[in-house]
């Protein structure tokens, strides 16, 4: 072959690769200008001030790793990654749970049921403000004290709240998965004589694993993220020894910049704290990548 | 289509039997317990704030009725009314998606069809920000802002057209590697300029990524709050979130009525967003799953 062919999927040919490039200030430079400011200095700056002293940007003053030090000996920034990390894990198993089973039933062609998927998904359009806001009404007028007197029922509640928004969210990303599974399967499994019940273990859920791996992430990144959620319904009170019993992460982060001779610690605890979520994507990718070669 | 969605119930077995009739009943009401906390404070707008402080759960009787008042004092209460509040989150949030889309679409475009060390980078700076929590950013975004006058409604599209990028990005160029080069290079050979190429031939194609993508970033930008909380000038701006949390916060005695009549007017947008294109929502939702 003398001339050189351009493999199938080919993404670019020269022939229109020129003339767009030539209108790089047209298509590309808007975003990355805007990129620029809302997302890339920002990030630099935030790295480079974790390591600095500082009240505003202009009067930084270098600290090195102190401040990182200071963040991890800080035991109200210990006792948030504790709670944060029990409401995650909790708010993960509940909701998956509920969610498949929700989806589960909802793919056995039962009537209404699309009517029934529109009602569990509408919470997953509330924004955390207004969501808190109805929920710590009718949760603080059930309960005999108030949810930011006791620690324990605000733990409850935000795992109510989280449940209530999420597991519509979920309930269709199983719903997709499965109604993936090969119809051809789940018939040999009933020829074969298997019951409901191993039939859901043996044929369907092996085949939803690629559902359940992106839900299990999705919400255990959530659950690290909630922000929203946790400050209208206790921000973080009570209180004690100058530890909000039910404050959570990214909280915690949000009012230590709020006190000024803090913020280089604030910007050290944001710095972890985006190493954390990062590296629970990281995992994820690789839980994925790896079900992915497999099949 | 109506043909099809008759066949697909023909399809289905006249009866049902008596353990899905069972389920059937049981999500009935799962349903109705689902949508309680709504339900309840719709009823309890139409409450007088007394009665609204004392039990949440008892229905509005003749005593306790209202009418519309609570709507009328919530929309002007305060030395903040709230149609301000409404009014600046329906601006910010149209601008900001209409933004979004125009120019993550163009750039996307460029990114894959140039393909050069520039464009990768760019790729890959935006894929890297999906999975950076706006904590790490919000001091020195929110700095960044205020130093480039971006502190106002009228800019603040700009700050989301930034930190929104990259699943906008993200979600583009996925698409846009799909599409056939064919086409444009057609259009090309037949004279068209890069600008026709992407508004007549590209952007057509990629309505489903539009809307997909539309839903994600208005669902994001109505619901926001410390973005907007720390980027806007909060003494003369505010949004339907910041508004919220502003009355139960740093309100001292607050009318419950009236709020939980503006708890309803800022339902009604979503929920007559959802009711007009629920397909689109959730499909929008599923492919954004992605973005972990």
């Not at chain 1, 992106?214 to 209208?232: A, E, H, M, P, R």
């Not at chain 2, 900001?96 to 990768?120: E, H, K, P």
């Not at chain 2, 949390?245 to 607050?254: A, C, H, I, T, W």
């Amino acid at each position: 072959m003398t001339k050189k062919k351009r493999s199938a999927g080919a993404v670019t040919s020269p022939l229109i690769r020129r003339p767009i490039q030539r209108r790089f200030a047209i298509f590309l430079l808007p975003t990355f200008v805007c990129f620029c400011i809302g997302f890339l200095w920002p990030f630099l700056q935030g790295l480079y001030l974790s390591l600095n002293k500082f009240t505003t940007t202009s009067n930084a003053e270098w600290v090195g790793f102190g401040n990182y030090v200071k963040a991890w000996n800080d035991p109200g920034f210990r006792a948030a990654f504790g709670y944060t990390a029990r409401v995650a894990v909790v708010s993960l198993v509940l909701i998956n749970v509920l969610a498949f089973f929700v989806a589960y039933a909802l793919t056995r062609e039962i009537r209404g049921s699309s009517l029934f998927r529109g009602v569990f998904f509408v919470p997953n359009l509330i924004g955390g403000i207004v969501l808190g806001y109805i929920w710590k009404t009718i949760i603080d007028s059930v309960l005999p004290v108030s949810m930011s007197i006791q620690a324990e029922y605000g733990f409850w509640g935000l795992i109510v709240v989280m449940c209530w928004q999420q597991v519509g969210y979920m309930m269709i990303i199983y719903i997709a998965g499965l109604q993936a599974v090969p119809e051809d399967m789940l018939e040999a499994a009933r020829i074969d004589g298997a019951n409901g019940w191993k039939t859901l273990w043996y044929i369907t859920l092996p085949n939803v694993m690629p559902s359940i791996t992106i839900c299990t992430f999705l919400s255990l990144t959530n659950g690290f993220k909630l922000y929203d959620q946790n400050l209208v319904l206790t921000n973080g009170a009570p209180v004690r020894r100058g530890i909000g019993a039910t404050e959570m992460l990214a909280l915690n982060i949000a009012k230590t910049f709020s006190t000024a001779n803090q913020r280089g610690v604030a910007q050290a605890k944001a710095v972890l704290f985006f190493i954390l979520v990062t590296t629970i994507a990281l995992i994820q990718l690789w839980a994925t990548r790896r079900k992915e070669v497999q099949q | 289509m109506s043909q099809a969605v008759k066949a697909r119930k023909a399809a289905l077995p006249e009866k049902q039997s008596p353990g899905k009739l069972a389920l059937t009943v049981l999500f009935a009401v799962i349903s109705v317990a689902w949508m309680m906390p709504i339900i309840i404070v719709l009823y309890n707008s139409f409450k007088e704030n007394g009665f609204v402080n004392a039990n949440v759960f008892a229905l509005p009787n003749r005593e306790s009725f209202v009418g519309l008042n609570n709507y009328v004092n919530g929309i002007t209460f305060g030395n903040y009314p709230f149609y301000n509040s409404a009014g600046y989150s329906v601006y910010i949030t149209i601008v900001s998606t209409g933004l979004i889309l125009l120019c993550t679409s163009m750039a996307a475009w460029y990114i894959s069809r140039v393909n050069d060390l520039f464009s990768r980078i760019v790729y890959y700076l935006c894929v890297f920000s999906m999975v950076v929590p706006f904590q790490m950013v919000m001091f020195t975004l929110a700095n960044t802002a205020r130093e480039l006058h971006l502190d106002t409604p009228w800019t603040i599209p700009v700050v989301y057209l930034g930190f929104g990028a990259g699943l906008a990005v993200f979600m583009f160029v996925g698409f846009v590697k799909s599409i056939p080069i064919d086409i444009e290079e057609a259009a090309a050979i037949d004279g068209c300029s890069p600008m026709r190429t992407f508004f007549s031939v590209v952007l057509p194609m990629m309505k489903p990524t539009l809307i997909s993508v539309g839903v994600l970033e208005i669902m994001w930008v109505w619901n926001d709050y410390l973005l907007p909380y720390l980027v806007l000038d909060q003494t003369k701006y505010k949004t339907i979130p910041i508004h919220i949390q502003y009355l139960q916060g740093s309100y001292g005695r607050v009318d419950l009525g009236a709020t939980m009549a503006l708890i309803i007017l800022s339902l009604i947008p979503i929920i007559v967003f959802y009711l007009s294109c629920q397909k689109h929502i959730i499909k929008g939702v599923a492919a954004g799953a992605v973005k972990g």
